[in-house]
């Protein structure tokens, strides 16, 4: 008999969730706002933890990417620096705004954006006339990105950071917690993320004011009047009651999640720790703290196997595990579009593996994944 399938991170619920679905069935508030929509609102507000933070709840992170370009008045033409390692939805808002990605290489510590990189590629942009009017700096897996380092070359230029935190609710950097370090900042909720709504997002902002706008432009930006009435492009990007009533459920154990997760990183470490060629991408110092969104693991083959080799093996057992994003610059879908660094992000590309992650792993599925390894081993 085929033993089930071990995923990468599968949603799961904790047991909550129903009850505020339930009471927006009771109430009738079957549309994309209402008491849930609030409430999560809130939860995230008080679980960030930051004075004048403002959450706006969304239909999806891209969602949030998309608005976040909009409210910072991306035109057509202008230049948006974005780390080429990560998700194509942290880029694809970019070209939505009829804009022009620079994309920028990774750094080694945490693979998010190189600083000197990004410092590259805003003098480029000045040098054409044309300074980049935003930075999309990416926590990716959960890894901070050096917020302080990014957070000066942002003042120095004058350029604002879009935090892009969808795969790091619950990670902190400097006891700082992730999704309060950009002008703006992104969260999902996809069923994949760390916490779901089935589909959703969040934007968080920093000004009550612009807090409004995202709400009023997420909404079909409907003007104050008795009829419809428009003098801005809207979205439909506003979260709905019942998904939010998941987000509600999902929030109380959030805190356990990112325990759970951070647990399956500590799991691999002790697997990895005696072979040299699989090397466990990890914080690079006390500063940092990830959720460990999803474990990843660099194989060296020089160690007599490659990363493909494990994944077919684990493919054979049922066991899920994938390539980590392939940085944009080298999607054909972005060919010839401009990019600063080295060859971090693809050497990152080349050697990466991710590994099941879920905060929902049983026993026996750590000792699938155990066994799965131990003959791995055995083969290099
Ligand atoms: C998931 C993800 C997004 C997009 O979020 P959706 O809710 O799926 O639209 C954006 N950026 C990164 C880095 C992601 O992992």
């Known amino acids: 008999m085929e033993q089930s399938k071990i995923w990468l991170s599968s949603p799961h619920m904790g047991g909550g969730e129903m009850k505020y679905i339930q009471e927006a069935f009771d109430e009738n508030w079957i549309a994309p706002l209402g008491p849930n929509v609030n409430g999560l ?21 891209t969602a949030a990417v998309h608005l976040s370009l909009i409210l910072l008045d991306v035109k057509p033409g202008d ?41 590259d590629a805003i003098k480029f942009g000045i040098s054409k006339g044309k300074k980049p009017k935003a930075i999309i700096a990416v926590a990716l897996y959960g890894m901070p990105y050096k917020a302080d380092e990014i957070k000066a070359i942002s ?14 609710l619950g990670s902190s950097y400097k006891n700082q917690k992730c999704g309060t370090f950009g002008d703006l900042a992104v969260l999902s909720f996809n069923g994949n993320k760390i916490i779901t709504t089935s589909g959703g997002g969040a934007l968080i902002l920093k000004d009550k004011a612009f807090k409004k706008k995202a709400v009023f432009l997420s909404t079909q930006a409907k003007d104050d ?21 998941i987000g509600r459920g999902q929030m109380e154990v959030l805190h356990q999640r990112v325990e759970q997760r951070r647990a399956n990183h500590r799991f691999y470490a002790e697997l990895f720790k005696d072979f040299q060629g699989f090397a466990l991408h990890a914080e690079p110092n006390s500063d940092y703290y990830s959720n460990h969104w999803l474990s990843v693991v660099c194989v060296d083959s020089a160690c007599g196997i490659t990363p493909e080799a494990v994944r077919l093996a684990a ?19 972005f060919k010839n579009s401009l990019y600063f660094g080295s060859d971090l992000a693809e050497k990152c590309f080349e050697t990466g593996l991710c590994l099941p992650s879920g905060s929902n792993l049983t026993e026996n599925d750590f000792a699938r994944i155990s066994h799965l390894f131990a003959e791995i081993f055995s083969l290099s």
């Open 155 to 168: 003042e120095k230029y004058d350029i604002p950071v879009i935090e892009d935190s969808a795969e790091a």
């Open 79 to 119: 230049f948006v620096i974005c780390q080429s390692l990560t998700f194509s939805a942290s880029a694809n808002p970019i070209v939505y705004m009829g804009a022009t990605p620079i994309f920028v290489d990774s750094e080694k510590d945490t693979w998010n954006l190189c600083p000197n990189a990004v410092e």
């Open 41 to 61: 609102e809130q939860d995230l507000e008080h679980f960030l933890d930051e004075k004048g933070i403002y959450v706006a709840a969304l239909s999806s992170g």
């Open 315 to 333: 493919q054979k057992e049922n066991i899920e595990t994938r390539p980590i994003w392939k940085p944009m610059h080298l999607q054909p879908v």
């Open 225 to 245: 009047a008795p009829h419809y009435e428009h003098t801005n492009i809207g979205y439909n990007y506003r979260m709905s009651n019942i998904c939010a009533g």
